[in-house]
């Protein structure tokens, strides 16, 4: 049983599955347990369905969540794309999914978190001096 990741080579493909409302990120088959960690505090429900019985192995996806509306859906997916992208994944939305502002607000975002520590001041990193006394 393949997937949309394996089949398009990427690391994750965020698409919306045919004749329905749902949105998917799914990932290779077996891939590693950071990025689906990624995937889940990104805001995607991990789902997984395991074979009967001992033999075969246990597919893992996501899906933006249910109750979300369509704009949300596809909010959520192009939120995800740049966090993604810093963490060195190869990542497939299509046009459909894409919103621009909430990608430029997400990029915004994933600038300002790293830039943070190295804008402390050095007061704020310096040790505290000791007083004889």
């Known amino acids: 049983?393949?997937?949309r990741a394996d089949d398009?080579?990427?690391d994750v493909e965020i698409y919306r599955k045919p004749l329905t409302d749902t949105v998917h990120a799914d990932t290779p088959t077996g891939a590693p347990e950071q990025l689906l960690a990624l995937l889940d505090r990104l805001g995607f429900e991990r789902k997984t369905v395991s074979p009967a019985g001992t033999a075969g192995?246990?597919?893992a996806w996501h899906e933006a969540p249910s109750h979300l509306s369509e704009d949300?859906?596809?909010r959520l997916a192009t939120r995800a794309v740049p966090p993604l992208l810093a963490a060195g994944y190869v990542v497939h939305i299509p046009d459909y999914l894409f919103d621009q502002a909430?990608?430029?607000s997400a990029a915004?975002?994933?600038r300002t978190q790293r830039a943070?520590?190295?804008t402390a001041s050095p007061a704020a990193t310096a040790r505290p001096r000791r007083t004889r006394g």
């Open 102 to 104: 909430a990608y430029l």
């Open 116 to 118: 943070a520590p190295a």
């Open 57 to 59: 192995q246990t597919y």
């Open 8 to 10: 398009e080579g990427t």
């Open 108 to 110: 915004d975002e994933l």
């Open 72 to 74: 949300e859906k596809r």
């Open 1 to 3: 049983m393949g997937n």
